[in-house]
């Protein structure tokens, strides 16, 4: 039996090397490949469309669904056309784009959540209906501002968002010139979303998007001014910051502005490049939190007369840390989100941010973990779920223009960066902020801003050009001459020079009107009943600290 | 007064660094930039945070 099987593939191989190069050599050549037959209107009108009777009986795996009979057809006596064919095709193209869009700035919109419980938690159980409240109604105080005015002034003169199909309404930017170059200061159409024909499908998609990113900017405020901060305050200073100041720094990055602009006008690289927002709606949240918590001062017992800072412990480090966890979820949508589409140029690389994004937050983790483990002997968890929020505001900026080691490296050093931040506000500045909002935004996301001139890697393609200049955004250690690293710097300066004053300016006249503190012996008792009738928790029993 | 020294500090920074458009030179660019920088933040925390923390409720207790 085995003498047979052995004789057998003996024959087998024998024959396969005999007749193989025989049959190789036996293949006819190729002939030339006819010529490709157009496709007419009469081939379109022809494919084969199931019967109602076929349709009748159901489909129970999908194949009869979503045929050549659910293409739009614009003249029925003529049937489908190859006309209406290409209409489908880029419809479905902006189709995909518009629920990509959407369904990321819902997500963006879910960590309202995060951050009301996240600061809540850090806070003092006596402050929690405040705390709440604060955040949530940010939401609508913010939204409000931005729907009458805030969205027309950063997009009104964005011009097309071609992923979007075109945005043509938003079309009307203020221009001053400088050196000689068209600086752009603020759109001018969609106030209202009906302005000047912004009653637009892709508008009210690009307004959802970029409402739930100034209102996350927004929320980064009432962290660093929590348990003192008078509620009417609150809501003015929230609504200019929705109305005006957000959108005037977003303009000049997202909406055709002048810092866009740095890299056609001045060669600049690609301009400033900032492609999820670590400066436009971190930094901006943090550098406003900065100038309110100096104006308002610290908690009552926060310092002592020698200047030794006193920790005040957060209520509950539970929530806290699921807030951290909802964030880095919602962020899923804050950085893939920003290519505002899946079906674009370059809208593929939405794997790869989102993983940069959960890498750099782990990267964000592990280095505050360490750095307060080594430093204090302990993991602090506030601090590491801060390290991993620092690392996801960091990587906003460049998440769409690094690759993972770039990513893990900005993530790592924002993990250290956030703990060192918030001695120095905390232990030097004297500025007390009780959820180390200033250190995770604004000095994380000018870090971030920074991040993209060094790490930026030139393979990011984005339709062959980015804010109008040709090529891939690039950083100084992939071989930029440093233009990009200044076009980032000068937004970084612009943050802390121009916004920083421009929030303080606001926030001081609010001071002067109604007063930004509330009353000592409000913020003795805790701000909830003083402030918002009610508790948080009344079951619980809370005594006044003395 | 500080504060309203403060701001003007604060803002001559966010100038300076504009002002450093008129270059032509990525490095002088970049040194202008620092120092416009550099200035922004003498103004917050040499100036108005100093003059906050003069009248700081703490200092007071």
């Given amino acids: 039996m085995k003498i047979a099987t052995k004789t057998l593939l003996a024959l087998t191989i024998g024959a396969f090397c005999c007749f193989a190069p025989f049959s190789f050599a036996q293949t006819p050549p190729a002939t030339p490949a006819a010529a490709p037959k157009p496709i007419t209107d009469a081939d379109v009108a022809g494919a084969p469309v199931p019967s109602a009777d076929t349709r009748a009986k159901g489909d129970p795996d999908g194949a009869l669904t979503g045929t050549a009979g659910d293409i739009a057809v614009t003249d029925t006596k003529k049937g489908t056309t190859i006309g209406d064919l290409v209409n489908q095709v880029g419809q479905n193209k902006i189709a995909i784009n518009f629920v990509w869009t959407l369904v990321t700035g819902f997500l963006v919109m879910f960590m309202q959540a995060g951050f009301a419980i996240v600061e809540t938690g850090l806070c003092r159980a006596k402050n929690a209906n405040h705390t709440m409240m604060m955040n949530f109604m940010v939401y609508g105080v913010g939204m409000l501002a931005y729907w009458l005015i805030g969205f027309a002034i950063q997009m009104g003169g964005v011009g097309a968002v071609a992923n979007l199909g075109g945005t043509p309404p938003l079309s009307a930017e203020h221009v001053i010139t400088v050196f000689g170059k068209p600086f752009g200061i603020f759109g001018q159409n969609g106030l209202f979303l009906v302005h000047r024909g912004t009653y637009d499908v892709a508008v009210m998609v690009l307004f959802l998007f970029q409402m739930v990113f100034m209102d996350t900017a927004l929320t980064i405020v009432t962290g660093a001014a929590a348990e003192r901060w008078k509620y009417a305050a609150f809501v003015i200073s929230s609504f200019l910051m929705g109305a005006i100041t957000y959108p005037l720094f977003a303009n000049w990055a997202w909406g055709g502005g002048w810092l866009s602009s740095l890299g056609t006008n001045f060669n600049l690289g690609k301009g400033y490049s900032d492609f999820a927002g670590s400066g436009v709606v971190h930094a901006v949240g943090g550098v406003t939190a900065l100038a309110l918590a100096m104006m308002i001062g610290p908690r009552i017992g926060k310092y002592e007369r020698s200047g030794k800072s006193n920790a005040i412990l957060a209520h509950d480090i539970v929530i806290v840390l699921t807030g951290c966890f909802i964030l880095a979820f919602g962020w899923f949508g804050f950085n893939p989100g920003s290519t505002l589409g899946a079906s674009s140029n370059g809208g593929l690389r939405i794997g790869s941010i989102a993983v940069n994004t959960m890498l750099a ?42 690759n993972p080691v770039g990513s893990v490296i900005i993530g790592l050093i924002a993990g250290v960066l956030v703990c060192i931040s918030v001695e120095f506000v905390d232990r030097v500045m004297h500025v007390d902020d009780p959820v180390g909002a200033i250190s995770v935004h604004g000095t994380n996301g000018l870090w971030g801003v920074l991040s993209v001139g060094l790490f930026a890697d030139g393979k990011s393609n984005y339709g062959g050009s980015w804010n109008g200049v040709n090529g891939a955004v690039t950083g100084l250690f992939y071989g930029d001459n440093g233009g990009q690293l200044v076009a980032q710097l000068i937004g970084i300066v612009t943050l802390v020079g121009f916004v920083f004053t421009l929030s303080f300016v606001f926030n001081l006249l609010i001071d002067w009107a109604v007063g930004q503190r509330v009353a000592a012996k409000s913020e003795l008792e805790g701000l909830d009943l003083p402030e918002m009738g009610a508790l948080g928790y009344p079951e619980f029993e809370l005594k006044a600290e003395i | 007064m500080m504060i309203l020294v403060g701001i003007l500090i604060t803002l001559s920074g966010f100038v300076i660094s504009v002002l450093s458009l008129a270059l032509n030179s990525n490095g002088a660019r970049l040194a202008v930039v620092v120092l416009g920088l550099a200035v922004s933040l003498f103004g917050i925390i040499g100036v108005l945070n100093r003059a906050y923390l003069k009248n700081a409720i703490w200092k007071k207790g």
């Fill in chain 1, 361 to 402: 937050g782990m990267a964000g983790s592990f280095g505050a973990m360490l750095y307060m483990w080594l430093r204090y002997n302990k993991p602090d968890a506030s601090m590491t779920g801060n390290g991993l929020l620092a690392g996801l505001v960091a990587i906003t900026a460049p998440s769409g223009f690094v």
